[in-house]
């Protein structure tokens, strides 16, 4: 693995590395690009199966971020950061104070919040090391119900766009992953009339929805030849490659994953085959803006009214693909790329 090819090769512009084995706190931090202003992504806390799986996963989060930001319209960088381990792990202070410490050492370069396998309770840790923490308690707290409803207008979007009316009543939509945001998206869809099957590996989060929202539950693997209207992705990435979509069956993929994709190349085959794809870094925005309102005390009405606007903002990105005679996904990084390139002609990189 050639390091400095990988970070040139996205344009990355640093990467920390950072180990305290009598902690158990092995980290990585990428900052990909802080044009539009200080970078900003959540910790991710994951068992990966080897260190150049953590480097290439914090890579593609931190790359992801800043075209997150730079869609939403909010003035933040792009970065990430993992820490390799065990989620399960009850002693947790340590590991992520070790972590709030790395975070620190970047002076304010770089942003962290919740992301998979971390909590606002492990924020509260890393607030003990450094101030460059957001969504923990007294501030916007769990970002997944801003996250939830931004995914929910995205997918009304899609239903806009495919089908000439945003209603979702009477659809059916296949959910995979019953995590928080899953769960609250779930919640939304419900209300509306929605028809509702859903998977995750935990049999608990199955069986609160089924109660709560009467939804159907099939097997994980089941969950991508289910004939659906619309496949919600809301569990981890790469859920769209050559084996599942050899049996997906649904007119729209609109969900909350990072990196639903496994190759842009995906992107093109969704396009070709008539399915809409709502590009994950859009849809998904919700929990960004979330905390980007923390940090300039916005109130949380105004947060839910701004991660609304991804209903517009996807109408926008169908409307340039069409044009333009390209997948969706080609679309959104367009528009990103064009906001970042706009912005450098008016401040320099945030230092």
């Given at each position: 693995m050639n390091v400095f090819e990988l970070l040139s090769s996205k344009g990355h512009e640093q990467v920390v590395f950072w180990s305290e084995p009598e902690l158990g706190?092995?980290?990585?931090?990428?900052?990909?690009?802080?044009?539009?202003?200080?970078?900003?992504?959540?910790?991710?806390?994951?068992?990966?199966?080897?260190?150049?799986d953590a480097f290439i996963d914090v890579l593609r989060l931190a790359q992801g971020m800043t075209y997150k930001a730079a869609i939403a319209g909010v003035n933040l960088g792009g970065g990430k950061s993992v820490i390799i381990g065990d989620n399960r792990t009850r002693d947790r202070e340590m590991i992520f104070r070790a972590h709030g410490r790395a975070v620190e050492s970047?002076?304010?370069?770089?942003?962290?919040?919740?992301d998979v396998g971390t909590s606002v309770d492990d924020m509260e840790f890393v607030r003990m090391e450094t101030d460059s923490v957001v969504g923990v308690h007294g501030g916007s707290g769990d970002p997944s119900p801003v996250t939830a409803y931004g995914t929910y207008q995205g997918i009304r979007a899609c239903a806009e766009r495919k089908y000439g009316d945003a209603s979702l009543t009477g659809r059916h939509i296949t959910v995979q992953g019953l995590g928080n945001v899953g769960y609250h998206l779930c919640?939304?869809?419900?209300?509306?009339?929605?028809?509702?099957t859903v998977t995750d590996i935990d049999?608990?989060?199955?069986?609160?929805?089924?109660?709560?929202f009467g939804a159907q539950a099939v097997a994980p693997d089941d969950i991508y030849s289910a004939e659906a209207d619309i496949f919600a992705p809301c569990a981890l990435g790469a859920v769209i490659n050559d084996d599942t979509l050899k049996v997906l069956k649904v007119d729209i993929v609109a969900g909350a994953a990072n990196n639903q994709l496994a190759t842009t190349d995906h992107g093109r085959i969704l396009h070709e085959r008539k399915v809409l794809y709502a590009p994950d870094y859009v849809i998904n925005a919700g929990g960004l803006i979330n905390v980007y309102g923390e940090l300039h005390q916005w109130t949380a009405d105004r947060s839910k009214r701004k991660?609304?606007?991804i209903f517009g903002?996807?109408?926008?990105?169908?409307?340039?693909?069409?044009?333009?005679e390209i997948?969706?996904?080609e679309a959104a990084d367009q528009l990103a790329e064009d906001r970042i390139q706009k912005v450098r002609h008016l401040q320099r990189s945030y230092v």
């Open positions: 706190y092995r980290g990585i931090i990428a900052i990909h690009d802080s044009t539009l202003g200080p970078a900003l992504g959540g910790t991710r806390f994951w068992n990966y199966n080897s260190d150049e970047l002076g304010g370069r770089y942003i962290t919040a919740e919640g939304f869809l419900a209300e509306e009339g929605a028809r509702l049999q608990g989060r199955i069986s609160r929805v089924e109660e709560e991660a609304g606007e903002t996807l109408l926008r990105i169908f409307e340039q693909a069409e044009r333009e997948h969706t996904a």
